[in-house]
């Protein structure tokens, strides 16, 4: 092999590489000389344009400036309209906003009705002049000039406010508002402003002028629950939109401010004083006159009165949101839009829980200094069979009953002591109520007073504080004895366990967090709360019970495709807690809530200063949360949980349970009569006859009804052998005639024939 290789082979290699070594030092240098040429031959061209001296800074240099803060501009709107953008990728984005629902309560009955309307929709050219002259003079006067932004309108805006020191005139467009319509949400954030803007612009560059206007004036939200023009008209005039005349067309075109604020059948003064304010602008816009304007300042519309038609709308909205979101669910070949959903309302439930809010409020409300409330009551399947967001819909459509967040305080201590069962402890264990210190901060009881060695089941009827933060760090050196801050584990497994309830609330980490700190949802909490009755199984809150199309063909259904009842915590447990809990309606914190002769449980909850008070209960049938308090989070005049939320609760559940089978709650059983409690001057008194509470009318059971049937049978054969003796003996008559008398008519069975059958629960 040494012989056949070359003597030279080395020298060979060296020269190999000088040689690519020289052609890449040519080539770069080559290169380096055009590159340079090039520089001088662009210079030579360029120094023919050279400007110097002023006119240089005078017009020059801003031109740079100008296209360098342009094209950063350009990359910066290019970045904001991304998330914009997104918002038109599917190619259906038009269709999808035109969801209509209309809705039914859990028997069948309608009770309103949510989205755009399908049926009878009227072309633009058909819709009055007056209409459309009164809409634009009154929100987008130029309209028909800008290219989706009024420029000078919102110029005009900011500086009419910035005079006012508030807002008094709107600068978005009719194009912005359709955008957020049908793309966006209400809240008031500058990302919210920035992606109307470029969806302005992208509508008006997909349609046309009038393609635009005619999906405003249909889309638009007109207060009552209604959607467009013609829907607003049908409801506050009864009448379709063809026929409104000029006064009734002013005061429709005012509703796009501020639809619930200026509804006729909420506000009639406020809704003409609006309208008066379009007839000005038909005016100022050179759209009318004043002698043609002057006939509807003289003669303002009237609205239909609908002050007896009570609509659940807080409970709509929410249904309305939760179908949306099913929906989108559906596979992306179903084209339909138009829906008649049932809901698990019960109207009459509904009813109670909106009264006894507004009568407590109403007695108590000065006296607690507390102005709202809310309150939802679930099935055990999680069901919302009733739901109210606040004490007056016209006057906020906020609801705080699903979207406002409040510390629960002791209320929440029930997963507290659930998982404290779930870590060894029961029922029966001892903890000393003393101080306790987790850093700096040291919780104190109600009364500023410690009770001792207490067990677990007194600790949660007294709502001991102490109890449940002592319980917390020994969760957590359980989990990990030599841990250097058990209390974070414990807090960590509590969150745990309430996250299996089903609270999805942030819930985030503090020392207080045991005794109710962290801020929860009227509607969880609620729901959560069914995981005790239901034998440690959580559920999920649902309003929707059944989704068919307009033709009445089946699309979904909760029992068969909605999410099935998941185990969170051992039925052991659950029957504990029940247990415990029993106790605080009995003789703890919750006395004015024991319900007489159905077996209750809860916890009351109260905050610092007073500004929250709660009451979560439930019974083998339904569970049922109230919160009082305020929106701007000022302190109630010292008002617990054990007060107007327990007196509340008890109201409405009372109306829930008329006409339906007690069930025991497992670890309690069923309950027992509340012993009379007269006074002595009650004692003295003659016998009043009880009021009885409004509610739907008894309903027999099954038992009951075939007892009836078995009275009813035995008094006819007793008046046909009473009949017969009459007939033998005309002494006998009169007897017969008596015992005839008490016989039941002969329809009975068949008027009791519907009512022997218990509503579901």
């Known amino acids: 092999m040494v012989q056949n290789t070359p003597s030279n082979w080395k020298s060979r290699i060296r020269n190999f590489f000088l040689d690519l070594d020289a052609r890449i030092d040519s080539s770069l240098f080559s290169s380096a000389k055009g590159i340079r040429e090039l520089y001088e031959r662009y210079s030579t061209f360029m120094d023919r344009f050279y400007v110097g001296r002023?006119?240089?800074?005078?017009?020059?240099?801003?031109?740079?400036?100008?296209?360098?803060?342009?094209?950063?501009?350009?990359?910066?709107?290019?970045?904001?309209?991304?998330?914009?953008?997104?918002?038109?990728?599917?190619?259906?984005?038009?269709?999808?906003?035109?969801?209509?629902?209309?809705?039914l309560d859990r028997y069948g009955n309608p009770i309103g009705s949510r989205g755009i309307k399908h049926n009878d929709s009227i072309p633009l050219e058909d819709f009055p002049d007056v209409l459309i002259k009164a809409t634009l003079a009154t929100e987008d006067r130029r309209f028909y000039e800008h290219f989706g932004i009024d420029i000078a309108g919102t110029a005009r805006a900011l500086v009419t406010n910035a005079q006012a020191g508030?807002?008094?005139?709107?600068?978005?467009?009719?194009?912005?508002?359709?955008?957020?319509?049908?793309?966006?949400?209400?809240?008031?954030?500058?990302?919210?402003?920035?992606?109307?803007?470029?969806?302005?612009?992208?509508?008006?560059?997909?349609?046309?002028?009038?393609?635009?206007?005619?999906?405003?004036?249909d889309r638009a939200y007109m207060g009552g629950g209604t959607f467009g023009v013609d829907g607003a008209a049908h409801f506050y005039f009864n009448k379709s939109a063809r026929d409104?005349?000029?006064?009734?067309?002013?005061?429709?075109?005012?509703?796009?401010?501020a639809p619930t604020k200026y509804a006729p059948h909420i506000n009639l003064p406020a809704a003409r004083a609006r309208a008066n304010v379009v007839l000005d602008n038909l005016v100022d816009a050179g759209f009318m006159t004043e002698g043609q304007v002057f006939g509807a300042r003289r003669n303002p519309a009237f609205a239909v009165d609908r002050r007896d038609e009570a609509s659940p709308n807080y409970y709509l909205d929410y249904a309305f949101d939760e179908m949306r979101k099913l929906v989108d669910t559906f596979p992306k070949s179903y084209t339909e839009r138009v829906f008649v959903v049932r809901l698990a309302i019960d109207t009459n439930v509904q009813k109670a829980a909106e009264d006894a809010i507004e009568n407590q409020l109403r007695q108590f409300g000065r006296d607690y200094h507390a102005t709202q409330a809310a309150t939802v009551v679930s099935d055990l399947d999680g069901g919302i069979r009733a739901m109210v967001g606040g004490r007056d819909y016209g006057a906020s459509q906020f609801n705080r009953a699903t979207d406002a967040y409040r510390q629960p305080g002791s209320s929440f201590k029930p997963y507290v002591y659930t998982t404290a069962l779930l870590n060894g402890f029961t029922p029966n264990s001892i903890v000393v109520d003393g101080p306790v210190c987790i850093?700096?901060?040291?919780?104190?009881?109600?009364?500023?007073?410690?009770?001792?060695?207490?067990?677990?089941?007194q600790a949660i009827t007294r709502s001991i504080n102490v109890v449940p933060v002592k319980l917390s760090?020994?969760?957590?050196?359980?989990?990990?004895?030599?841990a250097p801050n058990p209390a974070k584990l414990g807090r960590a497994k509590i969150v745990e366990v309430a996250r299996r309830f089903g609270l999805k609330a942030p819930l985030p980490d503090t020392p207080s967090l045991p005794i109710g700190s962290d801020e929860v949802t009227v509607i969880e909490h609620a729901v959560a709360y069914a995981t005790f009755p239901n034998r440690g199984k959580a559920v999920t809150p649902h309003s929707v019970l059944e989704v068919r199309t307009g033709a009445g063909d089946p699309v979904w259904r909760w029992d068969r495709d909605g999410p099935k009842p998941r185990q969170a915590i051992p039925a052991s447990v659950a029957a504990d807690m029940a247990g415990m809990m029993s106790h605080v309606v009995s003789e703890g914190t919750a006395r004015r809530a024991a319900l007489d002769g159905i077996p209750t449980a809860g916890k009351t909850g109260t905050t610092n200063a007073y500004r929250d008070a709660w009451f979560v209960g439930y019974t083998g049938n339904f569970t049922c949360a109230v919160w009082y308090g305020n929106d701007d989070y000022s302190p109630?005049?010292?008002?617990?949980?054990?007060?107007?939320?327990?007196?509340?609760?008890?109201?409405?559940?009372?109306?829930?349970?008329?006409?339906?089978?007690?069930?025991?709650?497992?670890?309690?059983?069923?309950?027992?009569?509340l012993p009379p409690q007269p006074t002595a001057a009650q004692?003295?008194?003659?016998?009043?006859?009880l009021e009885t509470k409004p509610g739907p009318p008894p309903v027999l059971t099954k038992r009951g009804a075939d007892v009836l049937v078995r009275v009813e049978k035995l008094l006819d054969d007793a008046a046909r052998t009473a009949t017969k003796a009459a007939a033998d003996d005309d002494k006998l008559a009169k007897p017969a005639s008596s015992t005839s008398a008490l016989a039941f008519p002969q329809n009975y069975a068949e008027e009791n024939a519907n009512a022997s059958v218990p509503r579901k629960n």
């Not at 760090?473 to 004895?481: D, L, M, R, T, V």
């Not at 509340?648 to 670890?667: F, K, L, N, Y």
């Not at 004692?683 to 006859?689: D, E």
């Open 636 to 673: 109630t005049n010292r008002m617990t949980g054990g007060s107007l939320p327990a007196q509340t609760w008890h109201d409405i559940m009372v109306t829930a349970h008329q006409g339906v089978e007690v069930r025991e709650i497992p670890g309690i059983g069923m309950g027992q009569k």
């Open 244 to 257: 409104v005349t000029l006064a009734e067309a002013a005061m429709l075109a005012g509703l796009f401010k």
């Open 439 to 457: 850093g700096n901060w040291c919780p104190q009881n109600y009364g500023h007073s410690y009770s001792g060695s207490v067990t677990l089941t």
């Open 683 to 689: 004692a003295n008194a003659a016998p009043k006859v």
């Open 473 to 482: 760090i020994a969760i957590g050196q359980k989990e990990q004895p030599k």
């Open 166 to 217: 508030g807002v008094r005139q709107g600068g978005s467009s009719i194009t912005q508002q359709l955008a957020k319509n049908l793309f966006l949400s209400n809240e008031r954030t500058i990302e919210r402003k920035v992606n109307e803007a470029f969806l302005a612009v992208w509508l008006e560059w997909r349609l046309t002028k009038n393609e635009i206007l005619k999906l405003y004036l």
């Open 54 to 103: 002023w006119k240089r800074w005078v017009f020059i240099e801003p031109l740079s400036e100008a296209a360098t803060l342009g094209l950063g501009g350009l990359v910066v709107m290019l970045t904001l309209a991304i998330p914009a953008f997104r918002e038109t990728a599917d190619e259906d984005w038009l269709k999808k906003s035109d969801l209509a629902v209309s809705f």
